[in-house]
């Protein structure tokens, strides 16, 4: 049976051959016992793309006897880290080999520009793995001191196993390379669930995985339903451990799920409701910017993403000519027109959010001074909003929808950002170097950017507080969620007598 089609991108008249079956062992196979399928949807067209299987509960399971196959004979402690490092440079070189197709399907199945997909999306996720790849064989322990004449204890920071995966649609192939690269590192397997909406890229490079020349069994790809392929991995007894991105309801649902079955380790990124404090010392062009890039980037589908601005009553006037003029500069449209800084949303269901709140916001009092206004046509475009006039009770938005309000003191201006049960992220804009240590100091969230915004680096940590998630991503502290901490305790000194 053949697991390929062939998906028509009509604005370059190109195919782009595209697996379909479930990628297990190193091969494309169908499901062991389901027909469902999934049908990826152009949101620039609201086209189906094609269809590619759906995995059952019974495929979770193949895949994990899989990848805890290779665990035990050919990954783990199985191999070296020269030669785990090999291979994920490898991989990362394929990737860029293949960077402009990759990107092309991203915006096939996602909507971004496929420039952004491309020299950001894909070319951060290649050098994420070569970071990774990097640590491969720098993974140590401690040597401890507990008795110089008889004893001594070290530490080894073993891989933690079999790993279960879970990623999101809004930035499918770089989230595949952040949960990949330092699981791969330390030697772990995995078995990955790209989320329904955006299976294809993830599908795509399983074929690099193959070509780079991983054994069959260390990373397997499951397209399939988040209740149905995700709840079997969060509760699946030999699964080790389970990262997801994506939003707090489903993270409470994994979290109770690990704890239920085998205790397994968690790391949660759940997003947030991230705050920007403009303060009157601020370049207020360079604010403007950034605020704009931490609403417009990826059509504000992002977890970090700025979505409350707080602008000193001193400069607020000034500060929203400014921010107006680069929020009407952005440019929504179709991903494969170079013009375009942003694409659609996703899929139908979350257009039909983002409206929603959008109508939501102007029937709670909120004033709209850009956008808001639906375009006609096809393709699921939301054009950026601003809304001001607003209250900390006002709703979260997934999308280019920005919410504006004042501060007068500093004081006022942390409460207001900390007025959240999320903490991911936070913005500070300020020339004055005192105020932006205090400010980043008593902002709850997990990263704060000073006179920048959502810009982020691989060998940083990445995550968030409170509602927010749990663990770290990037830098050194990701290898720490794939790794678990065994402690020696060698004895070639000391004699017991029996009975004491």
Known sequence: MA?????????????????????????????????EKITPVNPATEEVICSVDSASPKDIDIAVAAAREAFRTTWGKNVTGFER?????????????????LAELESLNNGK????????????????LRYYAGWADKIIGQSLEVDNKAKLAFTRHDPIGVCGQIIPWNYPINMWAWKVAPALAVGCTIVMKPSELTPLTA????????????????????????????????????????????????????MEAAAKSNLKKVSLELGGKSPHLIFESADLEQAANWAALGICYNTGQDCTAGSRVYVQDSIYNKFMETLVARVK???????????????????????????GYIEAGKQEGAKPIVGGVKRTGKGFYVDPTIFTEIRPDMRIIFGPVLSVGR????????????????????????????????????????????????????NVPFGGKKQSG???????YALEEYTSVKAVHWNFGERIEWPL
């Open 3 to 35: 697991h390929t089609a062939s998906v028509q991108i009509p604005s370059l008249n190109k195919q782009i051959t595209v697996p379909t079956g479930l990628f297990i062992n190193n091969q494309f196979v169908s499901s062991a016992d389901s027909s």
């Open 85 to 101: 490092a090999r291979l994920i440079n490898k991989l990362a070189d394929l990737i860029e080999r293949d960077q402009q197709e």
């Open 113 to 128: 520009p496929v420039k952004i997909a491309r020299d950001f999306d894909i070319g951060d996720s290649v050098q994420c």
């Open 203 to 254: 599908l795509k490079l399983s074929e690099l995985v193959v070509e780079a020349g991983f054994p069959p069994g260390v990373i397997n790809t499951v397209p399939s339903y988040g209740p149905i392929g995700g709840a079997a991995l969060a509760a699946h007894p030999d699964v080790d451990k389970v990262a997801f991105t994506g939003s707090t309801i489903t993270g409470r649902k994994i």
């Open 329 to 355: 500069a952005t440019v929504i449209g179709d991903g494969f027109d170079e013009r375009s800084t942003g694409g659609p949303v996703v899929s139908k269901s979350q257009y039909d959010r983002v409206w």
């Open 407 to 458: 501060f007068k003191t500093e004081e006022e201006a942390i409460a207001l950002a900390n007025e959240t049960s999320y903490g991911l992220g936070a913005g500070v804009h300020s020339n004055d170097a005192n105020q932006c240590m205090r400010v980043s100091s008593a902002l709850e969230a997990g990263t704060v950017w000073v006179n920048q915004y959502n810009l982020l680096s691989n």
């Open 470 to 476: 749990i663990g770290r991503e990037l830098g050194s």
